[in-house]
């Protein structure tokens, strides 16, 4: 099986720009999840969508937002970009919602 | 909520070395146990899981037990080679019902160097 492809792999911004995200997951998936890593912060869970419903969420403001498509695949937009937005972000799926999670290579984004 | 705490890093060892990263959780209910590797410049690898008290994650030559006793999930090889040099994280998933299911709550992370 193929495993989580997320696109794409880098980004650069300038802030109060907006960006998408794309996350595909594993073949037979329906939950997917989204985590922020940074070096100050480490791994924060962004939210998580099952069956095209977001079922639960982290602690981020409203510029950060994403939706599930029936084909399970993912995207996460974040407007208004910050500088510190900058961060890897990582996709990860699973086949149900308490199961091992499957990550994807992350898209490294640089707000300036 | 729910928390995970790892031992503090980074971890320097000589090959063949055994190799001990200490993790221990907060949580309600039932949670489920993982620990993740991360190589430079890639995403997280699942490297095994438990999801009950008593069982035994093992994958690779590493293995880890979930202690419900001790709230713990210690990391464990006994010969660690130069190619196991990344990052480690312990996590944990939110059982059903509570407020946490569906997401992980990550440690902070292990940074593991092997000598040779």
């Known amino acids: 099986k193929a495993g989580v492809t997320q696109t794409p792999r880098y980004l650069i911004k300038t802030r109060g720009q907006q960006v998408t995200l794309s996350c595909s997951p594993i073949?037979?998936?329906?939950?997917v999840s989204w985590y922020q890593q940074t070096p100050g912060q480490g791994l924060q869970f962004l939210f998580e969508?099952?069956?095209?419903?977001?079922?639960n969420k982290g602690n981020f403001p409203g510029r950060f937002s994403g939706r599930q498509f029936s084909n399970s695949r993912s995207e996460m937009n974040v407007s208004t970009l910050e500088l510190g937005d900058s961060a890897l972000y990582l996709c990860a799926s699973s086949s149900e919602r308490q199961g091992a999670r499957y990550f994807g290579p992350g898209t490294r984004l640089t707000v300036t | 909520g729910n928390s995970v705490t790892q031992m503090e890093g980074p971890v320097t060892l000589s090959e063949e070395a055994f190799l001990t990263i200490n993790c221990t959780y907060t949580?309600?209910?039932?949670?489920?146990l993982f620990w993740y590797v991360q190589y430079p410049g890639e995403g997280l690898q699942l490297l095994l899981k438990a999801t009950k008290a008593d069982d035994k994650g093992s994958n690779k030559g590493f293995e880890a037990t979930y202690r419900k006793e001790t709230t713990s999930f210690h990391l464990e090889k006994g010969s660690v080679q130069v190619s196991d040099s990344a990052v480690y994280f312990c996590a944990l998933s939110g059982s059903a019902g509570g407020t946490s299911y569906g997401k992980l709550t990550f440690g902070q992370g292990t940074i593991l160097t092997v000598h040779p």
């Open positions: 073949s037979g998936h329906r939950s």
């Open positions: 949580a309600t209910g039932y949670p489920s």
């Open positions: 969508y099952f069956s095209e419903t977001q079922r």
